[in-house]
Nanobody, 115 residues
Framework: QVQLVESGGGLVQAGGSLRLSCAAS????????VGWYRQPPGKQRELVATITAIGSTIYADSVKGRFTISRDNAKNTVYLQMNSLKPEDTAVYYCNMRGIGYDYWGQGTQVTVSS
């Protein structure tokens, strides 16, 4: 099985930046698309960005132009660079990798943006 571990969250002022990391175990990582999701307090989990095995990316409209997803297959790691952060970005951020017969999630990392 695969384990995903998120890191890099914290408290930042509006307009600041954070870089999240998702480290994955297993050689299957490089063949899979990976997604970043977030869950604000009291709200449902939502997709933030995805990156395919060949590096194609998709972003939610709410983060387009501010966030960048990338991957380093040699390190089994996916990153989420978050710039121009807003209080609305406050949430627990999760890394996800899914396919036929599996659906892996990390434990999440808290991002808090103060106004």
């Amino acid at each position: 099985q695969v384990q995903l571990v998120e890191s890099g969250g914290g408290l930042v002022q509006a307009g600041g930046s954070l870089r999240l990391s998702c480290a994955a175990s297993g050689s299957i990582f490089r063949l899979n698309a990976v997604g970043w999701y977030r869950q604000p307090p009291g709200k449902q989990r939502e997709l933030v960005a995805t990156i395919t095995a060949i590096g194609s990316t998709i972003y939610a409209d709410s983060v387009k132009g501010r966030f960048t997803i990338s991957r380093d297959n040699a390190k089994n790691t996916v990153y989420l660079q978050m710039n121009s952060l807003k209080p609305e970005d406050t949430a627990v951020y999760y890394c996800n990798m899914r396919g036929i017969g599996y659906d892996y999630w990390g434990q999440g990392t808290q991002v808090t943006v103060s106004s």
